[in-house]
Each structure stands twice: as structure tokens, then as C-alpha cells.
């Protein structure tokens, strides 16, 4: 089975604060993707990569950064967390073969005070 | 680009009935069709899809239907059971795109009363 781990389940952070969110897969895809989900709106993407060190913005990259330096590995990163960056954060990966078969984590509740 | 919208928010139904939710894409070159099912404190999971050249995919008790023309496509859900109570998004994608992209609908939150 594929397996998507997100770091934490649950995170609170300070208005202002640093915060990284990590990702691993464990089934070598090539792609992968950071989401947040909000009520109403449904999953809007934030970045994606398919490849180590490639990136790409998605509908909402405003405020968040990313980083892939290993294959399986893929960090979102809020340089200063603001109040509405709160939400549940999804990542997910896809094989290069069937990119469009996305398999996603449990999913981080950040809640920014 | 591509933007779905997806109905309704909220369903309710009693054990044994039918539940359909439908949603709709803007982009005439989107070519398939995905639905995921998310239950509580999980991440979201593929349940069924569909690809433009075909009108209606079945796989037990859930179905999925396009139209094309419409630009319309709906989920089918027959002999509900409370196990099928979760959120569930609809998607829409190009797969001639490089890496995959998915646009979601807003999601509907299905509850199954027993």
C-alpha cells in the first residue's frame, strides 16, 4: 500500500512564527503535491513538484514556500505564519505512470493564534 | 483555468436510499473525471473514475455518469449504508498535462442515517 505520512497530526503556532510542514512518501512517485482544505472551498492546491528541486506554483502559493531536496520528501514552509493560514493542510503523491491517481496523507490541523 | 463546482454541500439520507452528487468543470479539455471519499480524520481516497470517452463507469454500488457536452458529471450511490457517511469531492483534470494537476470541487458531506 502506498503510504503518505504527514509529521503532525496537530499543530499550533504564534502569529509571526516559522512553520514547517513535512511530508514522506514511501512508494517513489515522482510527483507531489501540498493542498489546504477549508469548508466550503473544498482542497485548493498550493504548490507541487515533480522532481527533486522543482517546483511549481499552484492556485494559492501566496505566503507559502516548499522545498523538495530528497525524492520522497516534500516540506511546506510558512515563512510568517498569519491567523489566516489556519487550516487542515493535505499532501499527496502521484507515480509518474498514472500522475493523475493522487494518494494523500491524514492531513495537519494548523491552528496560527 | 479549469473550475468545478459541486452539489450539494450537505446530503442527508436514510440507510437504503439513493444519494447523487453532481458537479460541474469549465474547461472543455478536462478528460478525467475522479471522485474521492474522505472519512474522518483521513486523508482523501480515489473511489471511482471516469474518462471522457466513456459516458458511465459502475463498480458495485457506486456509479459515475458524464456528460460532455454539458460539461456535467455526477456520482451515483445506491443502497446507502452508514458507512458510506464522509466527505466527497469530485475532481477534474487534463491527463495531457506533465504532472497530474487535480481541481477539486468544494466537497459534499454525506450522512447516512441508520
Known amino acids: 500500500d502506498v503510504k503518505v505520512t504527514q509529521s503532525s497530526r496537530y499543530l499550533v503556532k504564534r502569529t509571526g512564527e516559522k512553520v514547517f510542514l513535512e511530508c514522506v512518501q514511501d512508494?517513489?512517485?515522482?510527483?507531489m503535491f501540498w493542498y489546504r482544505q477549508d469548508p466550503g472551498l473544498g482542497l485548493r492546491l498550493i504548490y507541487f513538484?515533480?522532481?527533486?528541486?522543482?517546483?511549481e506554483k499552484g492556485d494559492i502559493p501566496e505566503g507559502y514556500s516548499v522545498s523538495r531536496e530528497k525524492k520522497e520528501r516534500f516540506s511546506l514552509i510558512l515563512e510568517s505564519a498569519s491567523t489566516n493560514q489556519t487550516s487542515m493542510y493535505l499532501c499527496?503523491?502521484?507515480?509518474?505512470?498514472?500522475?493523475?491517481?493522487?494518494?494523500f496523507g491524514a492531513g495537519t490541523r494548523l491552528s496560527v493564534l | 483555468g479549469e473550475n468545478v463546482e459541486q452539489h450539494p454541500s450537505t446530503l442527508s439520507v436514510q440507510e437504503g436510499d439513493s444519494a447523487v452528487i453532481k458537479c460541474t468543470y469549465s474547461?472543455?479539455?478536462?478528460?478525467?473525471f475522479p471522485w474521492y471519499k474522505q472519512e474522518l480524520g483521513k486523508g482523501p481516497q480515489l473511489i471511482i473514475d471516469?474518462?471522457?470517452?466513456?459516458g458511465e463507469k459502475k463498480d458495485q454500488r457506486i456509479a459515475v455518469t458524464l456528460n460532455k457536452t454539458a460539461k456535467h458529471f455526477s456520482l451515483h450511490i445506491t443502497e446507502t449504508q452508514p458507512e458510506d457517511s464522509a466527505v466527497y469531492f469530485c475532481?477534474?483534470?487534463?491527463?495531457?498535462?506533465?504532472?497530474?494537476?487535480?481541481?477539486f470541487g468544494q466537497g459534499t458531506i454525506l450522512t447516512v442515517h441508520p
Open positions: 512508494m517513489d512517485h515522482e510527483n
Open positions: 475532481a477534474a483534470s487534463t491527463t495531457g498535462t506533465s504532472y497530474g494537476k487535480l481541481t
Open positions: 474547461d472543455s479539455a478536462s478528460n478525467y
Open positions: 471516469i474518462r471522457s470517452n466513456v
Open positions: 499527496a503523491s502521484s507515480p509518474l505512470e498514472t500522475k493523475n491517481i493522487q494518494y
Open positions: 513538484s515533480y522532481d527533486v528541486k522543482m517546483k
